[in-house]
């Protein structure tokens, strides 16, 4: 069999569910300051499920609505792998679950793929690299990133929200995923879910925060390491994010812009004020070009963990020009 070219994604589905709490009523409700969560934190309303639904009929959900409206036979798939953070059991996984709904299709590979927001992108570069091995057999890969994100009564509850993207990986895509990449991990405590009987995690917000950045910012330097380029115009048209909240995605643009702007202008000083006051100007009609599009979908979601940066691809291909997406 020929190795498979133009590997990347050939269908992209997002489900979310119908009930959703609004984050001026709920600002209400927990009696904080008008603005404090949709001005603050950028969120206008937050996904959420009753107890007619959890992770794994979400999952399937998405999986389904993937291979109807693309007319894909289970018979097609040779991979399934989700990432979630949101567990059920300590053994059985989603993915067995999702079996069920392949019509006694039974050779299909994969996992759950579990760490955090970051699953998602570890079980997108599993599928990419079976795709592109002597293992593959010639089928399609599906990706499922989902979650169900919330937390306990505080200064956390309103990043939450609920939601399952369906991912169709295979060869000749329109939208070809490049090899080039780079990542960050590192050993830290700031969100974590050490309580098996809780389902709400433990986070230090700030440490958090402070890790995103730091993460986004080494990221950044790497891939300019990498291809070389100079400047953050140069080394991509559109930027998404992962966004616990949409105010997350804006301090992580404007984190790599400061280390953009460092690098190149040896007087200006980030930690500086009235610098600032300056390069805001500067940067706001950069954000609204590279990234307020891809932010449309989170604001009114909220935070689904895993699948947080692919709903903002999908998010900037349903309110930008496709076929320019693509091309770029």
Not at 114 to 136: H, I, K, P, R
Request: net charge negative; with cysteine; glycine share 8%.
């Amino acid at each position: 069999m020929s190795s498979p070219s133009n590997i990347g994604i050939l269908a992209l589905e997002l489900y979310i569910p119908t009930t959703y709490i609004s984050q001026s009523d709920l600002e209400h409700y927990d009696k904080e300051s008008k603005g404090k969560y949709t001005i603050g934190l950028g969120q206008t309303e937050m996904s959420c499920i009753g107890d007619r639904e959890d992770i794994n009929s979400i999952s399937a959900t998405v999986l389904l609505q993937l291979l109807e409206k693309h007319n894909i036979c289970p018979s097609q798939i040779g991979r399934i792998e989700i990432g979630t953070e949101t567990i059920q059991d300590k053994s059985k996984s989603t993915k067995t679950y999702l079996m069920s709904y392949l019509q006694n299709s039974y050779n299909i590979e994969g996992v759950t793929s579990y760490n955090a927001c970051y699953g998602g992108v570890q079980a997108l570069f599993n599928t990419v690299a079976w795709m592109e091995s002597s293992s593959w057999d010639g089928k399609l890969g599906i990706v499922i990133a989902s979650d169900i994100a919330v937390y306990e009564k505080g200064p956390a509850r309103p990043t939450g929200g609920v939601g399952a993207i369906g991912i169709l990986i295979g060869p000749n895509a329109p939208l070809v995923l490049d090899s080039l990449r780079t990542s960050y991990m590192e050993h830290a405590y700031d969100f974590y879910k050490p309580i098996p009987s809780s389902e709400y995690p433990v986070v230090d917000g700030h440490f958090s925060v402070n890790c995103y950045l730091k993460a986004v910012s080494q990221c950044f330097e790497d891939l300019k390491r990498k291809t070389g380029a100079m400047t953050l115009d140069a080394l991509g048209d559109y930027w998404c994010f992962h966004a616990p909240y949409h105010k997350m995605t804006i301090k992580a643009f404007f984190q790599i812009a400061s280390d953009d702007l460092s690098s190149r202008l040896p007087h200006f000083d980030a930690k500086d004020k009235q610098s600032w006051g300056i390069v805001n100007e500067y940067l706001k009609p950069l954000w609204n070009e590279k990234c307020e599009k891809a932010t449309r979908l989170g604001k009114r979601v909220g935070n689904i963990y895993c699948g947080s940066l692919f709903m903002s691809l999908k998010s900037l291909l349903a309110f930008e020009d496709i076929e320019e997406v693509c091309e770029n």
